[in-house]
Every structure is written in C-alpha cells, then in structure tokens.
Nanobody
C-alpha cells in the first residue's frame, strides 16, 4: 500500500527554522511531482512548494526566499527547509505526491496525514 509519512513539525519561535521530511513507501516505481501544502485555521489549503521528478521547483510567493524544497528520487523523499518562520506560517503541513506509479498502479494523487507547525511570537 502506498503511503506518505511526514515528520519534523513542531513549535518554533518567529525567526526560527524547521525541517519537514516526507517519505513515500510501497513498491514505488516513480513519482511525477512531490510537494507540501498547508492549511491554516479558517483558511483554504494552499500549495507551499513543489518539485518535479526532473527537479523543477515552484513556491508560493509568501515563502519564496525563506523555504527550500528538495527531493531525493532514489529514496522517494522530499524535504522542506523552512527558515525565517513567521507566525503566519502556522498551519498543518501535508505532503503530496502526484502521478505516482507503484506495483503497476497509477495514483493521480496521494496525501500524507499532515504535521502541525506552530510559529510563536
């Protein structure tokens, strides 16, 4: 069974850093793109950052210059390094994989369960 396992959430003071990790498991052959979304209380879920299998990246304007996404295709992992965190970054962060192929099955989209990030003032 395909799963995304996230780690690295927690509480940090404004200006601090956190590193989120996500590992995909389940006899995976390929993943077209991996990324992180977040949803703050009372707000819609939004894309934070994404990276394709070829290494192309995309960031939300609000995190450009502060967050960096990276991916290891051999390990099916994606990392989100978050620096200069702001209280507005407080949200549940969820790992996402699109176009995943595993055991001969194509998955349009797979989600992790989410990890909470709290940035205090």
């Amino acid at each position: 069974q395909v799963q995304l396992a996230e780690s690295g959430g927690g509480t940090v003071q404004a200006g601090g850093s956190l590193r989120l990790s996500c590992a995909a498991s389940g006899s995976i052959f390929s993943i077209e793109s991996m990324g992180w979304y977040r949803q703050a209380p009372g707000k819609r879920r939004e894309l934070v950052a994404g990276v394709t299998e070829g290494g192309s990246t995309d960031y939300a304007d609000t995190v450009k210059g502060r967050f960096t996404i990276s991916r290891d295709n051999t390990k099916n992992t994606v990392i989100l390094q978050m620096n200069s965190l702001e209280p507005e970054d407080t949200a549940v962060y969820s790992c996402n994989a699109k176009g995943l192929v595993a055991s001969g099955t194509w998955y349009r989209e797979v989600w992790g369960q989410g990890t909470l990030v709290i940035v205090s003032t």
